[in-house]
């Protein structure tokens, strides 16, 4: 008789892990954390759990960690280490803003791309522009090219606010040398001129002079683009000798020639090259998120409101650049019928998913309409940076006539790629079928 075998799901191994973790049974080494205020903190921990999951830990435990029963971790905090371990131990890891610096470092330092991966995904939910530069700091400093591009996405929509933060006054050189390379901004070459003088006090202390220029700002000082301004805004900066004294003469003579962009003059000093509209940026190419499940009008219609929401949400921070919207139809006698193009307008709102009913953001608004003869492509003038965290609203806003409807059928949840998915929430849809009615029925976005 032939043997039978089959596989059957165990938790085993997740049941072990959540029991030990800060578990002194079995725990063969001690981690000790100076405390000033009480006495030192002591964190259990079972090496054959640290060397399975870090390379680092395991030459360790092999070499000058051999033997010991107790190891001494001098610059962190017990908390910052318990966050740390969670990704050798638990299924699922919670991180803190108030942490995760120290915890990305020990992701570095011990080889955890787990945990590192972790770390970028938490600070894309909660970067804000008040923080984005101390955000910047960390993704340079632990070469996160994802965590990059997030920041500088966030800086270039959003400028204005960010030189205004508090951690944009204190962030590093090298991050304020990246932002000035930034080949997009949204303000004028003046205001990244007054942020860098406002950078260059708040660390200085001091009244500024070329002298202080020098030793704080350096080379940075020739990354701003004097060509981007006007004659009339580089004028107003030197007024009443503001900035004035911070420039040689040499520097004055090349920046009005700059701006003037006499014939055949070729700037030495500076960067001579002008900064690109954000929207204007070579994006990747567009994503369709096709929420249509049937080419075939529905037999019931779907009558369009005064007010129209769409709510979806995304796992995968994203560039939302468009929307598309429904053919719409005067719905008589079981028949569409063509209508006139409706006037609507659109806005586009951020809401918190922690805080539904808490502050909203409204992140674009605009006259559009609607049309009877193909579906209505908005493109949005400057793309909206959509993360997960966050629930995204669309309104459309009109006064539509009797019986004006589409015969859309859409999904509640489309799946982009393997990592990649938009659910909708809150749509008009049929229960009985599980299918969403509304008028948004594709968007496009671009991939950070």
Known sequence: MSSISNDYATNGILSIGKTLYLNEKFSDLRFIFNSSDRCD??????????????????????????????????DATAAEFREFLQFFYLERATLTMDNIKKVMCFGKEYNVPECMNACVKFLQRNLTEDNICWGYDLAISYDQIALQRFCKIVIAINTEKVFSSASFLTCKKETLGNILEMESLSCSEAEVFKACMRWVKNVSKNKLTREII?????????????????????????????????????????????????????PTIFNQ?????????????????????????????????????????????????????????????????PVEDLQTELEIIQVSVAAPDGDK??????????????????????????????????????SPPPNCST???????????????????????????????????????HRI
């Open 41 to 74: 903190e002591i964190i259990p921990v079972h090496k054959s759990f640290l060397a399975a999951v870090s390379n680092k830990f395991d030459n360790l435990f092999s070499d000058s960690w051999k033997g010991k029963v107790d190891v001494v971790i001098p």
């Open 214 to 266: 020098q030793v704080h700002l350096g080379e940075l000082f020739f990354k701003i683009r004097f060509n981007s301004m006007t004659l009339h805004q580089f004028a107003d900066l030197i007024r009443n000798n503001m900035y004035g004294g911070l420039f040689l003469a040499d520097e004055y003579r090349e920046i009005v020639q700059s701006i003037a962009k006499q014939y055949n003059f070729n």
């Open 361 to 398: 953001v409204v992140l674009h608004r605009g006259n559009y309409h609607l049309t009877n003869f193909c579906a209505r492509n908005i493109t949005l003038t400057k793309p909206i940076l959509v993360r997960p965290g966050f629930l995204y609203e669309i309104q459309l806003k009109q």
């Open 273 to 337: 090259n002008h900064r690109i509209p954000f929207e204007n940026l070579p994006f990747s190419e567009m994503i369709k998120c096709d929420r249509l499940l049937s080419l075939d009008y529905a037999r019931t219609p779907y009558y369009i409101k005064s007010v129209e929401k769409t709510q979806f949400s995304i796992n995968h921070p994203m560039l939302l650049k468009q929307i598309e919207c429904s053919i719409i139809s005067i719905y008589a006698s079981n028949q569409y019928y």
């Open 407 to 445: 015969g859309d059928i859409l999904k509640l949840k489309v799946q982009l790629d393997s990592n990649i998915n938009v659910q909708f929430h809150h749509d008009s849809y049929m229960k009985i079928d599980k299918v969403a009615r509304g008028v948004v029925r594709k968007l496009g976005f």
